[in-house]
């Protein structure tokens, strides 16, 4: 195998590998001037019907900012083509477009990638006849391996963005699960509010109610933007009292509770955690409208919170109609509902995500029946 074949194949081997657009065109230039010996050359791709430079070598600038259709010049009808072009004089050849003006020979190639051409490899040498029929082949092989590398390239961020935005929207579906959640106690905390006989102190607790709903919502919000901006959700862990955040939770809970359901909660005082509050009130929420919802018939929904030792201990626990043993692994799925009319299946998924965001476990003991208790451990 001699030098030049051996610097294509090595070509082949450097843009198996994933790389940018920028250093596959870069490292193109660099083995093909090796191999062809040429003194300009530029790659142009089709877009729209028309060519546009992306790398180029010994070109004024206002050349390779030309853009140029399909059938113009050389480089046009290679592109419209797909045939491999040899222009031996270009000053006996009156469709060469002139780029550079000591440009006496040219070789163009398209670049085909899955029988489509997507661009051209022009190359360009001071003297006349300069390229030979080998070179056609060489120059061909080169097209080949940038196109295919540079679709691969373009596949690949495609299918990343996509997977971004797949990711995007899982997480809109999420936080629309819960802004969802806190509009609807705005609504039943509005109606109890017109409520000629409701008590003052209750008054004053639904307006808590109300206030907290609206911050969770704006929060929820900046969550959104927050992603968008920056790709990423971010988590703020600062040592939060955890009986005043679980009372409003609670309190929340009960606006949406029906008349045959009591939430009660049992805390200590002196219970602390490093934790983010807002995803906190969102988990412990998502679990009580789950408990309220389990017991159709009326019941108890528990809160109980204690501390173990180093570690904390949340349990949320019902009196509803349970979960059969082999529905339990499939709670945590994203879209599965049980025994909910109106439910659309992220509220476990949320409560699963945000304990292990926190480092936290999370288990759940049910029996269809009597019903069920998730007991988060932080330890």
Known sequence: MDDKLRMIRFLGQYLAASRSEAQILEMAMIISQYVLGYDHAIIRVLDDDKLTSRKWIGFPREAADLNIGLGEGVCGRVAKSGRTILVEDTLQEPMVLKGVENCRSELCA??????????????????????????????????????????????????SRTEKLSVVGAMASSILHDIRSDIHTLYVSSDLLRNPEIKPERIEKLADTVKSAGENIYGLIEEILEFVRTGKSRISM?????????????????????????????????????????????????????????????????????????????????????????????IWEPLYTHGKKAGVGLGMAIVRKIVEEHGWTISVWSVVGQGTTFTIKTG
């Open 110 to 159: 398209p670049l085909v990638y899955n029988e489509k051409v997507v661009g051209v490899f022009n190359v360009e040498s001071d003297k006349s006849g300069f390229f030979t029929e080998r070179d056609i082949g060489l120059l061909e092989t080169l097209a080949t391996q940038v196109a295919a590398a540079m679709e691969t390239t373009r596949l690949r961020e495609e299918l």
């Open 238 to 330: 600062k040592r939060v009292e955890l009986l005043p955040v679980l009372e409003s939770v609670v309190e929340q809970a009960r606006s949406f509770a029906p008349d045959n359901v009591s939430v009660e909660l049992s805390a200590g005082k002196n219970v602390a955690l490093e934790m983010d509050r807002g995803r906190f009130k969102r988990m412990v929420l998502n679990l009580l409208r789950n408990a309220v919802e389990a017991m159709p018939a009326g019941g108890v929904v528990r809160v109980v919170c204690r501390q173990d030792n180093d570690e904390g201990v949340i349990e949320v626990a019902d009196t509803g109609v349970g979960i059969d043993e082999s529905q339990l692994e499939k």
